[in-house]
């Protein structure tokens, strides 16, 4: 089983949509999260960590269940610009950040 | 620049030929990482450098691929007898402080680089 596991898409939603991204880990010991961005053939950016309360920036909410292993993303109202892969990525104490596969996104006008 | 930076943007080279990738980190940035990404795949990690401790190279693939660091400056990562398998995007990435630290992590913008 892989650390962190997200659904490829490609998620293709209209303009104004809202939409979910959901990624779970194995490692329960897990400690810190992070969702990346990450546009074609360019690197990825930091997003918005993840914090245990759940947390909004904008447009975008992030949420953790521990108890579950899992993440996920929300993102409102969804514009042309936000088309991208998001990496989900977690710490898990024992080495450098291990990043999920990804999820594309394509917002379609 | 203010930013990590990566040479060389792109490399062609032959199966067997050793290539060397280098990284320029965030001036004062302790932390420094290697991660490679195939086409269409996430993101592998490969090595971790942290200051002066000993580098956690676990992510490695084989012993063909070895990186240096000097201080907390420029980084190489060597490939040799390079592989068609080796063809991907070399990321580095540097961070203000360890992982514990558990900050955003800054991406240059990659060496990709093709086996023929």
């Known amino acids: 089983r892989k650390e962190v596991e997200q659904d490829p898409g490609p998620f293709n939603v209209p303009e104004g949509a809202t939409v979910a991204f959901n990624c779970t880990y194995s490692n329960s010991a897990s400690q810190s999260f992070f969702w990346y961005r990450q546009d074609c053939r360019k690197e990825p950016k930091l997003l918005m960590s993840?914090?245990?309360s759940g947390n909004e920036d904008g447009r975008f909410t992030a949420q953790l269940n521990r108890a579950s292993q899992y993440i996920s993303l929300l993102i409102r109202d969804s514009k042309l610009s936000d088309s991208a892969t998001y990496l989900c990525v977690v710490s898990t104490g024992r080495r450098a950040l291990t990043f999920g596969s990804g999820t594309r996104l394509q917002v379609q006008p | 620049g203010a930013g990590v930076s990566q040479s060389p943007s792109n490399k062609v080279t032959e199966k067997g030929k050793d290539v060397e990738l280098r990284c320029d980190p965030i001036s004062g940035h302790t932390a420094l990482y290697w991660y490679r990404q195939r086409l269409g795949q996430g993101l592998e990690f490969l090595i971790y450098?942290?200051?002066?401790?000993?580098?956690?190279k676990s992510g490695l693939p084989s012993d063909r691929f070895s990186a240096e660091r000097t201080g907390e400056s420029v980084s190489t990562l060597t490939i040799q007898r390079t592989q068609q398998e080796d063809s991907a995007v070399y990321l580095c990435?540097?961070?203000?402080?360890?992982?514990?630290?558990?900050?955003?992590?800054?991406f240059g913008e990659g060496s990709r680089l093709t086996v023929l």
């Open positions: 993840v914090y245990s």
């Open positions: 450098f942290q200051g002066n401790s000993a580098p956690d």
């Open positions: 990435a540097s961070s203000p402080g360890p992982w514990e630290w558990a900050g955003e992590l800054f």
